[in-house]
């Protein structure tokens, strides 16, 4: 860890692409809820239109950290109103480990999350958004383990 | 199974000519979109048009004022015709509003619609990044970029017709049973129906009165049993019981097994059997409330109305056979199975009373505690029909009660027993007997012990009303415990009334414990044979609790009533319409038209463990006796979650395969963008 001081804003600004799986029910639905309803989030999320959050595994989320990606986060339907009956559990289930794995890595486990939203309410979706950026933030604040150059 | 008629629409493409484009590069269409200043005024669309000509495969990018309008769409036309166009990405609003349009022009083109790739640069961009400009700039290069590359390795999907057998298979004749198959069958849908217990009509006929009118339960469903019973179109099975269901939506293959009558369909239901078979038992139907003999009729109205002889309690006296006046009795007659193929499935296998027995300081069913039944014991005491002649009588001594105490939520709104769920009807038909009961004996004090009285809905205030006008009397807590004078036998509820914080303890001479309503015994078996998903509660899953509350997890088989959850009958019976029109729609049409965008297995790289069999939910996925996996594309509803648990990533959904994903997400990662 450094010892200068950081700035939440100063990491935000280098935060440039969170790269989002959304599940093309509830997930797609609230991002486009909260884009007509104009409702401004951070400009690094980047939405991937995916059939259903389980359908996301551990090879889609490491391409994306290898390639550039500074978090990964699924967001899917609530719990028990999956499209596809289990898919955001199965994943909830994958994303669990998946932190676990990281940790014993040494790595943050804020990198990777999974989240859910309602299609008619676009707050969640900007809840969750915020939300990732905000534990990334801190993640990297406290354990300055990527772009630490301060 | 599947019947293939190739593709619905027909395209001007011949075959030889869509097999050329395969070969051929992809040669890709950009389209940008101004949407006014929806998105023009955040993003410089012409920037990200001239961006979007830099990448590999893109043959044209072009911007434009509404490529929804009919000048835009004439341009993604033209861009096919002109300069071959085989892939097209049109960035503008969400896939939901307009990417079905853009999908249908280049289909009219001759190209599959699922080569069309749609980017979301209004609702995920420029509408809520409009402060940002400079970063929604370079969001939208990305963006365009994910959907270049995504659109350059996307695959050919196939729209088949898949016939369906014109038949529907109902599972339980209760009362949506029964308008299930009733309004199939009314739709030229020649039904099967198949009931457990030896008559028709479920818990319904049961029942005293309905509320909130009041009204005579076996008047409103003699009608419908009637009508059911002597459809031409409806082929009813009592005694029976699903043994095996293969197949999917529109195809399914069930096998039932149908336990004998031991009595021939040529019974006049004379009743002489009955009246000279020396042996006696409680009758289950009645609630233990009367007695039957071991070849019996459920109820004097019970269809079908042929007896049945009780095989386990039977002591072969051959009494019965001797005297059957039609000769209709015969001891030899054997379980039959029967096959039938169906179009869909609906399941209507009802509620079971929760057993209060485990709730131990209510004492049900104990030596001592006679007085405590259950509100269903209460109703057929009440019916027209009970040995009672209608009167309300304490089963220990024959008298008349003084005081009746009615104790809500007994198994339900209770963590204890595991069900947190209101189960919505019970505050309603307690408030109703207790009205009746004070109706009948003035002198009689009823209470009801309630945590919350629930009675939403029209005409049910006013019963709630009607009782504390009439007497009746409320009292807010949930009874501790029943306890009894060890001398007198005298009953006691203890119980704390909450909204004046007094302890009592109420003098009872008959308790009625308002069970839940908790899924039916058998309910396990049969899900798994229809491999369909239960909640946590136990009852069949729906397939979406807002938008499709009549589809169970598996497409072609559908819920009725309360196997989905409680259910009052009003809701049972518009439940069970619901099912009936969704389940008859594919059947009435002939075939169901379905997108092949299902998984494809490598089987050089299958090394068949399973596992994606195990989280099909829709049980899409049949593996063959040398653990071979295949894909019923029937049933695949698209989700893709046999991808991440499959090993060796040999199950792959069409179009979302991992390499698609991955060109899709380096752009997105910022792996291949171009940073200014």
Not at chain 2, 134 to 139: F, H, L, P, R
Request: proline share 5%.
């Amino acid at each position: 860890m450094s010892d200068c001081e950081v700035i939440d804003e100063e990491i935000k600004e280098k935060i440039q692409n969170v790269v989002v799986f959304m599940c093309n029910e509830c997930g797609q639905g609230s991002a486009n809820t909260a884009g007509v309803a104009r409702m401004a989030y951070e400009p690094a999320i980047r939405i991937v239109r995916v059939q259903c959050t389980g359908q996301i595994g551990p090879i889609q989320i490491m391409d994306a950290l290898s390639n550039g990606a500074d978090a990964v986060a699924c967001v899917g339907c609530c719990i028990g109103a999956c499209h596809f009956f289990n898919g955001n559990l199965l994943s909830m289930h994958r994303i669990k480990l998946m932190k676990k794995l990281f940790k014993e890595l040494g790595y943050s486990d804020q990198f990777i999350n999974q989240y859910t939203s309602r299609a008619a309410e676009g707050e969640t979706a900007v809840g969750d958004f915020e939300d990732i950026v905000d534990r990334l933030t801190t993640a990297i604040k406290e354990e300055g383990t990527i772009k630490d150059e301060c | 199974m599947t019947i293939k008629e190739g593709k619905v629409k027909k395209t001007d493409t011949t075959e030889e000519e869509s097999k050329e484009i395969d070969s051929e590069e992809p040669r890709i269409g950009v389209f940008v979109c101004h949407c006014g200043h929806n998105i023009a005024g955040t993003v410089d669309v012409a920037k990200v048009a001239d961006y979007a000509k830099t990448l590999p495969n893109v043959v044209k990018a072009e911007h434009y004022m509404f490529m929804c309008s009919k000048p835009g769409v004439q341009m993604v036309k033209d861009s096919i015709k002109e300069l071959g166009v085989n892939r097209t990405v049109v960035a503008s609003c969400s896939k939901n509003q307009h990417g079905k349009t853009f999908a249908r022009a280049i289909e009219e083109m001759g190209l599959n619609k699922h080569r069309h790739q749609q980017v979301n640069v209004r609702e995920y961009c420029s509408w809520v990044h409009q402060k940002e400009k400079d970063k929604a700039n370079q969001k939208a290069k990305q963006l365009v970029e994910a959907g270049v590359n995504r659109a350059r390795k996307l695959e050919d999907v196939e729209t088949r017709k898949v016939k369906t057998t014109k038949a529907a298979l109902v599972i339980g004749a209760g009362i949506a049973g029964l308008r299930a198959a009733h309004d199939m069958a009314e739709l030229g849908i020649p039904v099967y129906l198949i009931e457990r217990e030896s008559t028709i009509g479920g818990h319904m006929t049961r029942l005293n009165k309905t509320f909130p009118t009041l009204e005579c339960p076996q008047c409103s469903i003699s009608p419908l049993t009637n009508g059911v019973a002597n459809h031409p179109l409806i082929e009813l099975y009592t005694n029976a019981q699903v043994k095996n269901i293969d197949g999917s939506l529109g195809n399914f293959e069930v096998e039932f097994e149908i336990k004998p009558r031991y009595v021939k369909d040529n019974c006049t239901s004379c009743g002489e059997c009955a009246e000279h078979c020396p042996v006696e038992l409680p009758s289950e139907w009645d609630m233990g409330m009367s007695m039957r003999k071991a070849i019996y009729k459920a109820y004097p109205q019970a269809i079908p109305a042929t007896y049945v002889r009780d095989k386990k309690n039977c002591i072969e006296c051959n009494t019965c056979v001797n005297v059957c006046p039609v000769q209709a009795v015969d001891f030899s007659m054997q379980p039959e199975t029967k096959t039938v193929k169906v179009g869909s499935i609906i399941v209507a296998a009802g509620y079971d009373e929760y057993d209060p027995t485990e709730i131990e300081p209510y004492h049900y069913n104990q030596e001592g505690y006679e007085d405590v039944i259950t509100q269903l014991k209460l109703e057929r005491m009440l019916s027209p029909t009970s040995l009672t002649n209608s009167e309300v009588l304490r089963p220990s001594d024959g008298k008349i009660p003084k005081n009746v105490v009615m104790i809500q939520c007994v198994g339900s709104r209770n963590d204890q027993v595991g069900n947190q769920y209101c189960t919505g009807v019970c505050c309603k038909f307690a408030i109703k007997n207790a009205r009746i009961i004070k109706e009948m004996y003035p002198d009689t004090d009823v209470t009801i012990c309630y945590i919350d009285i629930r009675t939403p809905g029209l005409n049910f205030e006013e019963l709630y009303k009607s009782a504390q006008e009439i007497g009746v009397r409320f009292i807010r807590g949930r009874p501790s415990e029943i306890v009894r004078n060890p001398i007198s036998g005298e009953l006691r509820v203890i119980v704390e009334d909450t909204l004046s914080q007094t302890p009592l303890q109420l003098k009872a001479d008959l308790v009625v414990l308002s069970a839940a309503m908790v899924p039916p015994e058998g309910i396990g078996p049969l899900g798994s044979k229809l491999h369909v998903l239960r909640s946590k509660e136990g009852f069949l899953k729906e397939f979406h609790i807002k938008m499709n509350p009549t589809l169970s997890s598996k497409g072609g088989i559908f819920l009725a009533g309360a196997i989905q959850g409680p259910k009052d009958i009003s809701e049972s019976v518009a439940h069970a319409g619901s099912a009936a029109a969704l389940a008859a729609a594919p059947l009435v049409k002939g075939y169901i038209e379905k997108e092949m965008l299902i998984p494809t297995i490598n089987y050089d790289l299958c090394v068949k463990c399973g596992l994606c069999k195990t989280v099909c939910a829709p049980a899409a996925i049949d593996i063959d006796e040398n653990g071979i996996p295949s894909v019923n594309e029937v049933a695949c509803k698209s989700c893709g979650m046999c991808m991440p648990v499959c090993p060796t990533g040999a199950i792959q959904l069409i179009n979302f395969k991992d390499d698609q994903l991955l060109d899709e997400i380096i752009a997105v990662s910022g792996g291949g963008a171009v940073c200014e």
